[in-house]
């Protein structure tokens, strides 16, 4: 098999994935699971322990992570995140009397908590629906069997729990599901953060003497998380089923209908008079035995070719998620640019052509 013939049939294959890259519409919920990279952590003891500091590293651990949300059928969505990590600690660079050294460190760092996220899902890429996001959320830090032994004879140990404001980013995949209408599988990276800082209380015991109480804070507690998990878009209706044949002649086709819908000059926002037509032609497709309806977005021919094409992407964009709102289900809505191609005035190059700026919806 050639190169071409193989790009060509993972393409055919793509399409019925492309076709159902829908916005998430309504409720939501989704559930991930990865592993975490914590970044060196500074810890400060008490200004008058022999122990003034360490940086300390850990092991790559586990994070899980559910929330659910609300998608607003443009690429906008809400939801509300609850998390779970763990680390644990296997080294420390301390310093002792002002004295570096290499040490051994254990137990484990556990965080838990919730977040706020805000998301916009890129819908117009074929194949897969990329996102990114931001949150802000409230962490608690729990330090469990902490300890280090900077010395020889000599060991440091901390425990309890802390909660701090938090913060992350979020870059994502979402792949559609075809044969599962409204499941996706899904994954991220994300970055998160704790402000400020957290302090522990904990013993120290040097070499041949009794124990004695220590105070010390963490800072810089930074997360990398890498999940793969699954998002379930709730109420999302699957395509029509094809017709059954009967033994009856068909009737005769119905002529496909067709609507203008205008835009100004290098705009892709709908007027109030654009939105009446919309509402029209969606009120129509309940009346007749609608299967399928194209949305084709056009430009005049000012501007590139290139941002034309992306012109004419977003104008039908903004048509199709209209009708979505006028009640039209999602899955029998088809969306193509054609920048300034196939005018319906024909001009030469650079002219603003009212009648080019258009969006041509097509009832089948």
């Given at each position: 098999?050639?190169?071409?013939?193989?790009?060509?049939?993972?393409?055919?294959?793509?399409?019925?994935?492309?076709?159902?890259?829908?916005?998430?519409?309504?409720?939501?919920?989704?559930?991930?699971?990865?592993?975490?990279?914590?970044?060196?952590?500074?810890?400060?003891?008490?200004?008058?322990?022999?122990?003034?500091?360490?940086?300390?590293?850990?092991?790559?651990?586990?994070?899980?992570?559910?929330?659910?949300?609300?998608?607003?059928?443009?690429?906008?969505?809400?939801?509300?995140?609850?998390?779970?990590?763990?680390?644990?600690?296997?080294?420390?660079?301390?310093?002792?009397?002002?004295?570096?050294?290499?040490?051994?460190?254990?137990?484990?760092?556990?965080?838990?908590g919730f977040f706020?996220?805000?998301?916009?899902?890129?819908?117009?890429?074929?194949?897969?629906?990329?996102?990114?996001?931001?949150?802000?959320?409230?962490?608690?830090?729990?330090?469990?069997?902490?300890?280090?032994?900077?010395?020889?004879?000599?060991?440091?140990?901390?425990?309890?729990?802390?909660?701090?404001?938090?913060?992350?980013?979020?870059?994502?995949?979402?792949?559609?599901?075809?044969?599962?209408?409204?499941?996706?599988?899904?994954?991220?990276?994300?970055?998160?953060?704790?402000?400020?800082?957290?302090?522990?209380?904990?013993?120290?015991?040097?070499?041949?003497?009794?124990?004695?109480?220590?105070?010390?804070?963490?800072?810089?507690?930074?997360?990398?998380?890498?999940?793969?998990?699954?998002?379930?878009?709730?109420?999302?209706?699957?395509?029509?089923?094809?017709?059954?044949?009967?033994?009856?002649?068909?009737?005769?086709?119905?002529?496909?209908?067709?609507?203008?819908?205008?835009?100004?000059?290098?705009?892709?926002?709908?007027?109030?008079?654009a939105r009446q037509?919309?509402?029209?032609?969606?009120?129509?497709?309940?009346?007749?035995?609608?299967?399928?309806?194209?949305?084709?977005?056009?430009?005049?021919?000012?501007?590139?070719?290139?941002?034309?094409?992306?012109?004419?992407?977003?104008?039908?964009?903004?048509?199709?998620?209209?009708?979505i709102r006028d009640?039209?289900?999602?899955?029998?809505?088809?969306?193509?640019?054609?920048?300034?191609?196939?005018?319906?005035?024909?001009?030469?190059?650079?002219?603003?052509?009212?009648?080019?700026?258009?969006?041509?919806?097509?009832?089948?």
């Amino acid at each position: 098999m050639t190169l071409r013939g193989a790009i060509l049939g993972a393409g055919l294959l793509a399409l019925p994935i492309a076709a159902s890259a829908q916005p998430v519409n309504g409720f939501y919920v989704s559930l991930g699971a990865g592993v975490n990279l914590m970044q060196d952590q500074t810890l400060r003891f008490s200004a008058d322990e022999p122990f003034t500091g360490a940086h300390l590293k850990s092991d790559v651990g586990p994070v899980v992570q559910g929330s659910a949300g609300w998608g607003f059928g443009n690429g906008l969505r809400v939801e509300l995140e609850g998390d779970w990590m763990t680390n644990k600690f296997n080294q420390a660079s301390t310093s002792f009397n002002g004295i570096g050294t290499t040490s051994a460190a254990g137990g484990w760092e556990q965080k838990y908590g919730f977040f706020g996220n805000v998301l916009y899902d890129f819908t117009m890429v074929p194949y897969v629906q990329p996102y990114i996001g931001a949150g802000v959320g409230y962490q608690v830090v729990s330090l469990n069997n902490f300890r280090i032994n900077p010395a020889f004879g000599d060991e440091a140990t901390l425990g309890g729990s802390q909660g701090n404001f938090a913060y992350q980013a979020i870059v994502g995949l979402a792949v559609p599901v075809p044969q599962a209408p409204g499941l996706a599988i899904t994954a991220e990276y994300r970055f998160m953060g704790l402000s400020g800082t957290r302090k522990y209380g904990g013993d120290v015991a040097l070499a041949g003497e009794p124990l004695v109480p220590i105070d010390a804070s963490l800072r810089n507690n930074y997360n990398h998380m890498f999940l793969v998990g699954f998002r379930y878009n709730f109420g999302q209706v699957p395509p029509p089923p094809p017709p059954v044949p009967v033994a009856a002649p068909a009737p005769a086709v119905q002529p496909a209908r067709s609507y203008l819908v205008f835009f100004d000059w290098d705009k892709y926002t709908l007027t109030m008079r654009a939105r009446q037509i919309i509402r029209e032609a969606a009120d129509a497709s309940t009346h007749v035995q609608v299967t399928r309806i194209e949305v084709n977005g056009y430009t005049d021919t000012s501007g590139t070719p290139q941002y034309n094409m992306g012109l004419s992407i977003r104008r039908a964009s903004a048509v199709k998620a209209e009708l979505i709102r006028d009640g039209v289900p999602p899955s029998v809505i088809t969306t193509q640019g054609f920048g300034d191609t196939h005018l319906l005035v024909p001009t030469g190059p650079g002219v603003r052509e009212p009648q080019n700026r258009r969006v041509e919806i097509i009832l089948h």
